[in-house]
């Protein structure tokens, strides 16, 4: 999962300052979301699971870790 570990009074980013409980709250949601959609698919352990067009892999290794 993604973490963000910088104060929470801002962060520096192409020049802005960008507030990091909100940034993390976009994370955690995102993370959440992600957590539905491989509930959805039923991946079980011992499991085959085929991520077809994974693009950026982000549901590789949590549909990885639930297979086995």
């Given at each position: 999962r993604r973490t963000v570990s910088h104060s929470s009074a801002g962060?520096?980013?192409?020049?802005?300052?960008?507030?990091?409980?909100k940034?993390?709250?976009?994370?955690?949601?995102e993370d959440a979301a992600?957590?539905?959609?491989?509930d959805a698919l039923?991946?079980?352990n011992g499991g085959l699971f085929v991520d077809l067009g994974c693009g950026n892999g982000r549901f590789t290794a949590d549909a990885a870790r639930r297979v086995g």
């Open positions: 962060i520096s980013q192409n020049g802005r300052i960008c507030n990091v409980e940034i993390e709250a976009l994370l955690r949601a992600e957590d539905r959609i491989l039923l991946p079980v």
